[in-house]
T-cell receptor, first 114, second 108 residues
Framework: DAGVIQSPRHEVTEMGQEVTLRCKPI?????LFWYRQTMMRGLELLIYFNNNVPIDDSGMPEDRFSAKMPNASFSTLKIQPSEPRDSAVYFC????????????FGPGTRLTVL | GIQVEQSPPDLILQEGANSTLRCNFSDSVNNLQWFHQNPWGQLINLFYIPSGTKQNGRLSATTVATERYSLLYISSSQTTDSGVYFC??????????FGAGTRLTVKP
């Protein structure tokens, strides 16, 4: 298996632009997670899906952030409009089951908003 | 919410030395994982260890769930072991909480 795939690996954009991050989970995994890593806050959960349905989005920082999972093999995290404080590394992870099952992380997308 | 504390925050070793990293958590957990974040930023799964002991090559881990701590042992350290080691736990839901990490530097 190729593991969790994320694209792009690096994204540089200007303030106010729309940014879309993409993730393909491990095939057969029912849970998909989006995390953000910053120097100030470390790694924190933004949202997770179970069988393509968003379950908990309490970690999403504000309305500028949205996430979708249109099918079992694809998810997007969108920021519109982007701001410099959104600069971070965004990780996608997946797990076979919930309830604390082992999570596997993608390589991350390093986002820089100028 | 649950608190996850890792120690030491920084560790510098000479190649070949052994080390022990500690993770304390403040509540019962369903899951505990150790990760290595390499210098390229990738999070590598080391252990899924909500309880008990596991070994993988030069690395081993022990979680004592009743006492709410986990230890990661690195033996005969190599320069490629450098990076940040994270402990992460899941309590009742699927919210994984990470510690602040231990930054390990192994010098040749």
């Amino acid at each position: 298996d190729a593991g969790v795939i994320q694209s792009p690996r690096h994204e540089v954009t200007e303030m106010g632009q729309e940014v879309t991050l993409r993730c393909k989970p491990i095939s057969g995994h029912d849970y998909l997670f989006w995390y953000r890593q910053t120097m100030m806050r470390g790694l924190e959960l933004l949202i997770y899906f179970n069988n393509n349905v968003p379950i908990d989005d309490s970690g999403m920082p504000e309305d500028r952030f949205s996430a979708k999972m249109p099918n079992a093999s694809f998810s997007t995290l969108k920021i519109q409009p982007s701001e410099p404080r959104d600069s971070a590394v965004y990780f996608c992870a997946s797990s076979l089951a919930g309830g604390g099952d082992e999570q596997f992380f993608g390589p991350g997308t390093r986002l820089t908003v100028l | 919410g649950i608190q996850v504390e890792q120690s030491p925050p920084d560790l510098i070793l000479q190649e070949g030395a052994n080390s022990t990293l500690r993770c304390n958590f403040s509540d019962s957990v369903n899951n505990l994982q150790w990760f290595h974040q390499n210098p390229w930023g990738q999070l590598i799964n080391l252990f899924y260890i909500p309880s008990g002991t596991k070994q993988n090559g030069r690395l081993s881990a022990t979680t004592v769930a009743t006492e709410r701590y986990s230890l990661l042992y690195i033996s005969s350290s190599q320069t490629t072991d450098s990076g940040v080691y994270f402990c992460a736990v899941v309590v009742d839901n699927n919210d994984m909480r990470f510690g602040a990490g231990t930054r390990l530097t192994v010098k040749p």
